[in-house]
């Protein structure tokens, strides 16, 4: 929550607070406006703004008030706004302060601004635009509930990626630690699971990126704050406990739930989380480490697919910001790092199994010991002529991984991935890339080779029909065909949400990875 004190309030000073973007009140975000002329406080308390009139230079007309997270100086004469500018900054000294000069302020004003406000307005182009910009834009107040929220922690910090991460994650979660340390937090970057695709193994190594692998054993009693980023919720898509009280939540991915949190910040317009740390990076005026920034650069070029998929302006300033401080050279050598054997046959498997039915192809690759070979089956599978979605699924110890990939203009894939097996497990994604996760519960209690083949089989049948259906039905529409088979099949928890793949965000689930 933002609480933000406006001083006066002349014709630019009416202009911006008109345009405030916090005036929902769902935000939770507060707004006052203090100005001695009467007809501005009728004019805004007809729009429902608060306004209190008095002289917004006077010292005591702000010597009871809390501290404001900003400060807006807004009158249009320079001599009032520099008196409002010295009684503001000597009460509150730790707020952040935007003073518009006014018309006819002389060099002795300009020296004075520029040593209280943090930031001057000294142009009558552009003016409004750029005094948004600085003082009520989501980034800059989330950069100052950020910072607040870290300022209150007393003790270490966990910063959780989701299970076996991806690169956007990583670079989330090591970008977090460098932010807590500046403010003086200690911190440490933490997942569950394993970090197996041959490129996140090169970024960690290559980088010396300090990750802390947790087992769900470990006690967590040495923490006394947490944090998600690229994910939203506790026990979904981690191994925390779901009722565990969360600090932080940074994510670009729609939430499928409620998401808790002292300071929450889900950015689902960027195209990855790297992005909205870079910005906090930015906003914090902090140069990143050569190893941070290279990390972060790598993480947007992955969820964006090098800045072709669900890309963002804010992706490509990000990337603007990072370029300077990244190790372009290191970065060649992580994008090509060996192949393993295991992947190109998990490939082959998919291109020889195929079952293809017009523009769509759908492919079981048997068991599996690596899962990240199947969203790469999955986007070679879409290279082929004449194919425009993709499906790969593949069985590792009682569970089914599911990966699917689409340029097909009118398949929202992580609708279609959630209308084929919400039902029988759990799954999400983004339009073009998607995933699942499904419990084989049956499995476990067989034994004969024969009967488990046999299983197997139908298990195969009732994915592909489960997935052709529902894109056949469109988006929305319940799969309703082999429910009884399925879930004599599968272990059904409505509640679950499936863990993402290990190297692309949204791939797994819209929890991503």
């Known amino acids: 929550m933002v609480f933000r004190l406006v001083l006066g309030c002349g014709t630019v000073g009416r202009q911006v607070v008109e345009r405030f973007p916090e005036r929902d009140a769902r935000t939770g975000d507060r707004l006052l406006v203090v100005t001695d002329d009467e007809s501005v406080v009728e004019t805004l308390r007809d729009e429902s703004l608060p306004a209190r009139r008095a002289d917004p230079t006077d010292p005591s007309v702000i010597a009871n008030l809390e501290t404001p997270d900003v400060i807006f100086v807004a009158g249009d004469r320079t001599d009032r706004n520099r008196l409002a500018l010295v009684q503001a900054r000597e009460r509150f000294p730790t707020s952040s302060i935007v003073a518009y000069m006014g018309g006819n302020a002389t060099e002795a004003d300009r020296m004075r601004f520029d040593e209280l406000a943090d930031c001057v307005v000294d142009a009558r182009q552009s003016m409004v635009d750029h005094i948004l910009e600085g003082t009520v834009s989501f980034s800059a107040g989330a950069a100052i509930g950020l910072r607040k929220q870290l300022a209150e922690i007393d003790g270490r910090l966990a910063v959780v990626m989701h299970d076996n991460p991806d690169p956007d994650a990583i670079a989330s979660a090591v970008a977090l630690v460098d932010i807590a340390a500046e403010l003086g937090v200690d911190a440490d970057a933490c997942y569950f699971g394993q970090i197996s695709h041959q490129e996140n193994r090169a970024m960690v190594n290559l980088l010396d990126l300090d990750l802390r692998n947790l087992s769900p054993e470990e006690s967590l009693e040495e923490y006394a704050a947490f944090a998600l980023v690229d994910h939203s919720r506790p026990g979904v898509n981690d191994q925390l406990p779901e009722e565990l009280h969360i600090d932080i939540v940074i994510d670009h991915h729609p939430p499928r739930g409620p998401v808790p949190g002292e300071f929450v910040d889900l950015r689902e317009g960027a195209g990855a989380t790297s992005t909205v740390l870079t910005e906090y990076l930015d906003r914090f005026s902090l140069h990143p480490r050569r190893p941070t920034a290279t990390a972060l650069l790598y993480g947007i070029r992955i969820d ?29 050598q992580i994008e090509q790092p060996t192949v393993e054997g295991e992947t190109l046959e998990t490939i082959a498997r998919a291109i020889k199994n ?25 986007e070679q599978l879409l290279s082929m002529e004449g194919i425009e979605t993709t499906l790969v699924f593949g069985f590792r110890d009682e569970m089914v991984f599911v990966s699917a990939r689409s340029r097909a203009a009118d398949v929202d894939l992580g609708e279609t991935v959630r209308d084929a097996f919400d039902r029988i497990g759990s799954a999400g994604g983004h339009a073009d890339m998607a995933g699942a996760q499904l419990e084989l519960g049956i499995l476990g209690n067989v034994d004969d080779a024969d009967e488990v083949e046999s299983i197997v089989s139908v298990v195969e049948e009732v994915i592909t029909n489960r997935f052709l259906e529902a894109i056949d039905a469109g988006p929305g529409t319940s799969v309703g065909a082999y429910t009884q088979t399925s879930e004599r099949l599968f272990s059904v928890d409505d509640e679950s949400e499936a863990p993402s793949g290990d190297r692309t965000a949204a791939d797994e689930s819209g929890e991503s990875v």
Do not use: C, K, Y
């Not at 017009?358 to 969203?375: F, H, K, Q, W, Y």
């Open 354 to 378: 195929r079952i293809q039915r017009d523009s769509v192809a759908v492919a079981s690759v048997g068991e599996i010991t690596n899962r990240d070979a199947l969203p790469q089956a999955a």
């Open 304 to 332: 964006t697919n090098d800045f072709t998929r669900e890309v963002s302006p804010a992706d490509f300033n990000a990337a603007s910001v990072l370029w300077p401080h990244a190790d372009t050279s290191m970065l060649e």
